[in-house]
């Protein structure tokens, strides 16, 4: 699925939410929308802050749909401990390119590519399979990933 990111879904324009110039909710390192103690936007919908490079992708979703969850937690619970988005984020996918691939991964130490011709593309395929049964649970999700 691709998210364009210079506009956000036309349903926003019509809230009172603060939107970005592409019309994505702003939120703070937590998730928390801009101004609005009580509400929180995660993924394709929300603003990411970070460097210019930064692409909306599943993992970072994940991750800010968990952090959310922790942080309203957090609240209802009286803690003070939050987690923040931003120290994650990077691009991290294999390109398929129908008989090979490539690894890409960037973040704000080190970016590089990886060319893998003929063995990538089975390996995508692998983890396309292995995503798919993690997430309904019929696969442990191995640590880290």
């Excluded at 398929?96 to 691939?101: E, F, L, N, V």
């Amino acid at each position: 699925m691709f998210i364009a990111a210079g506009a956000g879904p036309a349903l926003l324009k019509e809230s009172d939410l603060p939107l970005s110039e592409g019309g994505f909710i702003k939120i703070d390192n937590y998730c928390q929308v801009n101004g609005y103690p009580n509400i929180y936007a995660v993924g394709d919908i929300a603003a990411f802050e970070g460097p210019e490079w930064i692409a909306k992708q599943g993992h970072i979703a994940e991750l800010m749909g968990r952090n959310a969850t922790y942080n309203i937690r957090g609240i209802e619970n009286g803690t003070p401990k939050r987690k923040g988005y931003q120290e994650h984020l990077n691009i991290l996918c294999i390109m398929d390119t129908g008989d090979g691939a490539a690894f890409v991964f960037r973040n704000g130490q080190k970016a590089l590519m990886i060319p893998m011709p003929i063995v990538g593309h089975w390996l995508k395929k692998g983890w396309g399979i292995y995503s798919k049964l993690t997430k309904v649970g019929k696969f442990p999700r191995l640590p880290g990933l």
